[in-house]
Antibody, heavy 120, light 106 residues
């Protein structure tokens, strides 16, 4: 079955950087658009970034543009999120997810998430 | 597009019908609206996409309806595992989520 496993979260100081990884299994990763989403403690969901199968199309939410970079390595069945310039507002559980299709930008399978805490 | 979900909390008993609302600040074209369920401590689960289409494996007690700016998720008869938070998401103009509706046991 589809498995997504995020890693790389942790405690980081404001202004710091972190790189999240998502290991995929159980489906053809190279055929799937992928995304990162996040959820602050006790809050709702936010879409963060989105990447196409060959990395030719990438999009970001306005609040992370210029600070975060999404990438993928199809040979390793892995998705990444490089996060720079972190602030308190970025404290959240970060999820990787598969996208249903190029037409339907909805999220079919989700990992269990990795917690990023930004604090001095 | 800003999505407003109501009510914030819905208190119902197992077996009852739940009706959740999602209102958009402008028209959601092509009905590009989805619904998710999130149980405590778990990742969200896709229930409905394109307003009315059930995702794979979703029981038929879940149904979606609506168009334009007004959308509804209906759970025909609540099962114990349905008590959770529900989010709507639009994908016709970028991508945004509503604030959620908590369905709890009365």
């Amino acid at each position: 079955q589809v498995q997504l496993m995020e890693s790389g979260g942790g405690l980081v100081k404001p202004g710091g950087s972190l790189r999240l990884s998502c290991a995929a299994a159980g489906f053809t990763f190279s055929d799937s658009y992928m995304a990162w989403l996040r959820q602050a403690p006790g809050k709702g969901l936010e879409w963060v970034a989105y990447i196409s199968t060959l990395s030719t199309y990438i999009d970001y939410a306005a609040f992370v543009r210029g600070r975060f970079t999404i990438s993928r390595d199809n040979s390793r069945n892995s998705l990444y999120l490089q996060m720079n310039g972190l602030s308190d507002a970025d404290t959240a559980t970060y999820y990787c997810a598969t996208v249903l299709s190029t037409r339907h930008n909805v999220f079919t399978f989700w990992g269990q998430g990795t917690l990023v805490a930004v604090s001095s | 597009i800003v999505l407003t979900q109501s009510p914030g909390t819905l208190s119902l008993s197992p077996g009852e019908r739940a009706t959740l609302s999602c209102r958009a600040s402008q028209s959601v074209s092509r009905g590009y609206l989805a619904w998710y369920q999130q149980r405590p401590g778990q990742a969200p689960r896709l229930l409905i996409y394109a307003a009315t289409n059930r995702a794979t494996g979703i029981p038929d007690r879940f149904s979606g309806s609506g168009s334009g700016t007004d959308f509804t998720l209906t759970i025909s008869r609540l099962e114990p595992e349905d008590f959770a938070v529900y989010y709507c998401q639009q994908y016709s103009d970028s991508l945004t989520f509503g604030g959620g509706t908590q369905v709890d046991i009365k």
